[in-house]
C-alpha cells in the first residue's frame, strides 16, 4: 500500500504561481509512473501531467508551457509547479499512483492508477 498526501494548493491571482506537493508514504517501488489530475466542479476528471520512472514527462495541451512536473526521489515526492495560472485552472487537484500498465496513455484520464491522494484545491481568481 502507498498513501499519497497533497499539500500546496490556495488561492491565487490570475498570472500567479503555486507548487503542489504529494508525498508517498514509502518508497515507491514497483511504481513506475506518477501523475496529476485535476477535477473542477461539473467537469470530468482530466490529466494535467504525468511522469516515468525514467524522467520523461508528459503534459496536457492546456497547461504545456505553464506547469512542471518532477519528483525527488530521496524525498518520495512529487511536484507540480503552476505558473501563470488561469481561471480555468480552478479545481481540486490529485497526485496518483500507477504500478504497470501504460504511463501516458493512461495519465489522460487516470485509469488503473491504483493510489490517490485526497486532493488539494486550487482557485485561480481574476
Not at 473542477?40 to 492546456?62: C, L, M, N, Q
Amino acid at each position: 500500500q502507498v498513501q499519497l498526501v497533497e499539500s500546496g494548493g490556495g488561492s491565487v491571482q490570475v498570472g500567479g504561481s503555486l507548487r503542489l506537493s504529494c508525498a508517498a508514504s514509502r518508497y515507491t517501488y514497483g511504481i513506475h509512473c506518477m501523475a496529476w489530475f485535476r477535477q473542477a466542479p461539473g467537469k470530468e476528471r482530466e490529466g494535467v501531467a504525468a511522469i516515468d520512472s525514467g524522467g520523461s514527462t508528459v503534459y496536457a495541451d492546456s497547461v504545456k508551457g505553464r506547469f512542471t512536473i518532477s519528483q525527488d526521489n530521496a524525498k518520495n515526492t512529487l511536484y507540480l509547479q503552476m505558473n501563470s495560472l488561469k481561471p480555468e485552472d480552478t479545481a481540486m487537484y490529485y497526485c496518483a499512483a500507477l504500478e504497470g500498465g501504460y504511463c501516458f496513455a493512461q495519465s489522460r484520464t487516470g485509469s488503473g492508477f491504483r493510489y490517490w491522494g485526497q486532493g488539494t484545491q486550487v482557485t485561480v481568481s481574476s
